[in-house]
């Protein structure tokens, strides 16, 4: 079994890993400028710290509705061709105590993608014209999902988690199911946040992992999952954890945990990937502090269930 080294890598929020049928790894993450998509690729976890192979696939324009503050970029290879969906802001003015953000998604169809040939696609429209962020998807059933976290303005807080079938992998088929709302105590510590999606599909089941609170020390993760054979498009279908499943590691300093995404190591067992920090005192809005690593743990399997275990 690998020994990862943590962080895996510095000043890289919201990391996902995606490993392909090419036998290569692929990471992107938030940098810490907020100013582009950052892909790299290496055959092993660990060498995703060392890797030459990095490109900036998309660089923000310096105007319009996508010039600002690119948040959770995400890898996928759907249909064929590789995707990145993301998040991104006209400016960074807070209105009614949101961000502007709208998702977006930039796709290639080299079969390698650390190449200079992305392509803008433009806005994922959700029919919900609010601050959203965080996509993901998934594939079942030769049907492909779409995941993601959105305000409501009918529901008080900052976000919530919603489920789509795809029409393709940039239009929505079908209209937003909302799966999950901030409703307990540990999801709505400074904000009342259910964000950053993540799927894994194991045991039968579909497991959800998601992040609760603000992005300080209070920001842990929370579980839905669902069966396989279920409706997925069917909020009754899926169960939430009434406890968050990973947080602060107070003993071990690891600060704040969470937008995790799932991979496998080099023998095929499961891994989770997440950012942490390495301290709490934070001057001023924590958004702004670049020091949220990418670190990495092996997920361990009880009675067909995840446990997160510990951050380290």
Known sequence: MTDYINPLISQRADPHIYKHTDGYYYFTASVPEYDRIEIRRAKTVSELNSTSEIISAWHKPETGPYSDLVWAPEIHFNDGAWYVYFAAAPTRE?????FQHRMYAISNKNS???TDEWQF???IDTGMDTFCLDATTFSHNGKLYYVWAQKAEDIRGNSNLY??????PTELATAPVLLSVPEYDWEQVGFWVNEGPSILHRNGKFWMTYSASATDENYCMGLLYADENSNL????SWHKSEQPVFSTNWDKAVYGPGHNSFTVDEQGNDLLVYHARNYTEIEGDP???PNRHTHIKRLQWVDGFPVFGEAI
Not at 233 to 236: G, I, Q, V, W
Request: charged residues 30%.
């Open 163 to 168: 489920i789509a079938e795809m029409k393709n």
């Open 112 to 114: 390698n993608p650390i």
């Open 287 to 289: 958004l702004w502090d």
């Open 121 to 123: 696609e433009g806005q």
């Open 94 to 98: 807070i209105k009614d105590g949101l």
């Open 233 to 236: 498009l069917d909020p009754a």
